[in-house]
Every structure is written in C-alpha cells, then in structure tokens.
Nanobody, 124 residues
Framework: VQLQASGGGLVQAGDSLRLTCAAS?????????VGWFRQAPGKERELVAA????????YYVDSVKGRFTISRDNAKNTVYLQMNSLKPEDTAVYYC?????????????????WGQGTKVTVSS
C-alpha cells in the first residue's frame, strides 16, 4: 500500500488543520490500522493517534486528547487527522503509516508502510 499525507501548513496558535492520508495500491485499505506520527527537529518520532481497521477504536497521545480527532473513510481509502486548538509544540512533520493489524498499534516499529510526511508549523 502507498500512502500520501497532505494538509500541513503554517498556522497560528489556536487555529485548526485537517491532515489527510490517502492510500493507494492493490491491497484492501480496510485491512490496515493507520497511525499518525510526528517528528519535531531533534526529537524522536512519536505516535499522535491511531485508528483500527474499521474505525471503531482509536488511540491518542495525552498531549493531543480533546484537540485532535482521527477518523477514516474506507470507501475513499482515506484517514484524516483533525487538529484543533493547535499549539506551537504541535509543530512537526506529520507522517501517516499503515500496518496490517486488527488493533491500534502504538509502536513505530510495527508499522510497515509510511507516507512522505507533511509539515505543520504553529506560530505563537
């Protein structure tokens, strides 16, 4: 499966962005869990949110709970990350990744397929 992340940009603190992860390829996208990761300069890549294959279960890192929402539309082979009330500390390159898994895997090591990343910059 190939993943294409988009939707990043430069915004001010308090603004919103919606990231999109579009999947393509011959494999059924609905068989994959999807995670959104981010990596800030000088920091390790961290999981922000994950969603299971049918959208019935999700996970969020504590720092984004109540502000970010992950969702998916398997008919469109797409996963979204709605980011509200953005903070300067959310500034990072955001990546989507997919894993052939029925749960919500949290480890970066588990995900097999990665998009190219989209940059989010939040100014104060």
């Amino acid at each position: 499966v190939q993943l294409q992340a988009s939707g990043g940009g430069l915004v001010q603190a308090g603004d919103s962005l919606r990231l999109t992860c579009a999947a393509s390829g011959r494999t059924s996208f609905s068989s994959y869990a999807v995670g959104w990761f981010r990596q800030a300069p000088g920091k390790e890549r961290e999981l922000v949110a994950a969603i299971n294959r049918n959208g019935g279960s999700s996970y969020y890192v504590d720092s984004v709970k109540g502000r970010f929402t992950i969702s998916r539309d398997n008919a469109k082979n797409t996963v979204y990350l709605q980011m509200n009330s953005l903070k300067p500390e959310d500034t990072a390159v955001y990546y989507c990744a997919a894993d052939y898994n029925s749960g919500c895997p949290r480890s970066v090591l588990v995900y097999d397929y990665w998009g190219q990343g989209t940059k989010v910059t939040v100014s104060s």
